[in-house]
Structure formats: structure tokens, C-alpha cells
């Protein structure tokens, strides 16, 4: 039984750093795959939220 429950947890192990490891390269291949246009894709959008300031 703790045999088995240490294979169930290596895979879980396995399985968590290659969801974080493959989200990294996604994100890493989406900004390295950037056209000029994304810079101004949200350039006309209303502004509601906009926090203008120095801060602390």
C-alpha cells in the first residue's frame, strides 16, 4: 500500500511540473511570437479603471 501511494504521489509530482514547465514555454512562446499591432490592440478601448498617480 505505501508503496503504491509513493508511485500515485511521483506521478502527481510529475504531473504538476509539467503543467508549470509547459505553461512557462507557452507564455515564453507567445511573447517572443508578438506582432507591432499587439502593442495597440487595446487603443481605442473606454478607460474606466485607470488608476493615474505617483504612489507610496
Not at 21 to 50: C, I, Q, S, W
Amino acid at each position: 500500500m505505501l508503496r503504491n501511494l509513493g508511485w500515485v504521489s511521483a506521478g502527481v509530482t510529475a504531473l504538476a511540473v509539467g503543467v508549470v514547465v509547459g505553461r512557462e514555454l507557452r507564455e515564453r512562446y507567445k511573447f517572443n511570437r508578438r506582432t507591432p499591432y499587439d502593442a495597440y490592440a487595446h487603443a481605442g478601448d473606454p478607460m474606466t479603471d485607470v488608476e493615474c498617480g505617483v504612489g507610496i
